[in-house]
């Protein structure tokens, strides 16, 4: 993994903990990422944290102010799964990923569905990759992508 790679992972992961700490702590979108970048640069290493924090709130914020737009998306292609069912992780995952692909557009597609897969493989289940890369998949071809290869 590059140098660029890693910051953006680990903005990756500071957007996600930001976004399951919204969701499940309902805290106001202010709250939970102050929270999150608190804690985030209180660890070692925060000196070369500082360059994740601009790319993690933008994509925080864009999956946080366009919510009701990417659950839509989810809901259409999560066959048989509400999203009140979904675990929270895998909701979080799934809304950066869209957030990422669909509003910020600052990487390929490719490499949004592989950072989802590695989110989910470190953060949540086993059975998570093939979930949130079946969702992922089903939206993409709805809007006409298919990607050339995933992990």
Not at 10 to 21: E, G, N, Q, V
Not at 127 to 148: C, D, H, Q, T
Request: with cysteine; glycine share 6%.
């Amino acid at each position: 993994m590059t140098t660029k790679t890693m910051r953006r992972h680990d903005a990756r992961i500071m957007a996600l903990s930001a976004l399951f700490c919204w969701e499940v702590g309902k805290f106001s979108p202010e709250e939970a990422f102050s929270g999150v970048a608190r804690d985030f640069f209180d660890a070692p290493g925060a000196a070369d944290k500082v360059t994740h924090y601009n790319y993690a709130g933008k994509l925080f914020l864009a999956a946080v102010n366009n919510v009701s737009e990417i659950d839509n998306a989810i809901s259409r292609a999560s066959q048989g799964w509400p999203i009140s069912r979904m675990p929270r992780i895998d909701l979080s995952i799934l809304r950066l990923a869209l957030a990422e692909a669909n509003y910020l557009k600052e990487v390929p597609l490719e490499v949004v569905i592989d950072e989802a897969l590695e989110l989910s493989k470190e953060f949540s289940t086993h059975a998570s990759p093939r979930f949130v890369n079946g969702v992922l998949m089903g939206i993409f071809r709805e809007m006409g992508y298919v990607p050339k290869s995933t992990k």
